[in-house]
């Protein structure tokens, strides 16, 4: 089964620093999404992104997120200055927009900020 | 989005047939059925999808009643590996539109003893 891949699995960051999760979507797919989970708390939308822009997001989703698709297989979340309530696991997902659709998730990037 | 509810926890034991039922009194002529398996630590995984009656995959059958307003997840024989958090999503899967992400509730944890 295609899979989606995440990098780095563990990020530690300090409080005020920016911090970049990178995701590789499944090849073929033209919908991408982030999504984080809080340990113990529910898995939450961010963003969503379809053509080079984004398509939807959350209240979550503030100034200090932005998502970028730099190449044609990358697709990444920065945080710009991060803050001890942005530690989570972030998820990326895909789907191919094709037919009724799947989404496809990656295995996750833990986040702890200090 | 059709608000869903399920039993926040089961337990289960090996070999056992687990049927996890979930509500959506509110749910749209458009509105799929999706349920989703995640592990601690990892990325929820796609299990089964559903617009009507029932379908059945290699790992679970989903029953959905004619007027669709619940829907039931059945795992067959589960084994220890089955142990996990089990989501209900429903949406109207049309991409680009304020219903083109998925809207996690808390989900049912099943446990699954020897």
């Known amino acids: 089964e295609p899979e989606v891949t995440q990098t780095p699995s563990h990020q530690v960051t300090q409080m005020g620093q920016e911090v970049i999760l990178r995701c590789v979507p499944i090849?073929?797919?033209?919908?991408f999404y982030w999504y984080r989970q809080i340990l113990g708390q529910k898995v939450e939308f961010l963003v969503s992104?379809?053509?080079?822009?984004?398509?939807?997001k959350s209240e979550i989703f503030d100034d200090q997120f932005s998502v970028e698709r730099p190449d044609g297989s990358n697709f990444t979340l920065k945080i710009r200055s991060t803050k001890l309530e942005d530690s989570a696991m972030y998820f990326c997902?895909?789907?191919?927009?094709?037919?009724?659709?799947?989404?496809?998730f990656g295995p996750g990037t833990r986040l702890t900020v200090t | 989005l059709a608000k869903t509810t399920q039993p926040i926890s089961m337990d289960s034991y090996e070999g056992q047939e687990v049927n996890i039922t979930c509500s959506h009194n509110?749910?749209?002529?458009?509105?799929?059925i999706t349920w989703y398996q995640q592990f601690p630590s990892q990325g929820p995984r796609f299990i089964i999808q559903?617009?009507?009656t029932k379908v059945t995959n290699e790992v679970a059958s989903l029953f959905i009643p004619a007027d669709r307003k619940s829907s039931t997840l059945s795992l067959p024989r589960v084994s220890l590996s089955d142990t996990a958090v089990y989501y209900c999503?429903?949406?109207?899967?049309?991409?680009?539109?304020?219903?083109?992400?998925?809207?996690f509730g808390k989900g049912t944890k099943l446990s699954v003893k020897p």
């Open positions: 997902a895909s789907s191919d927009g094709t037919g009724v659709p799947r989404w496809y």
């Open positions: 090849s073929n797919h033209l919908y």
């Open positions: 992104f379809y053509n080079n822009e984004i398509s939807e």
């Open positions: 509110n749910i749209a002529t458009n509105d799929y």
């Open positions: 559903g617009y009507k």
């Open positions: 999503l429903v949406g109207d899967p049309a991409y680009g539109g304020s219903q083109g992400n998925l809207i």
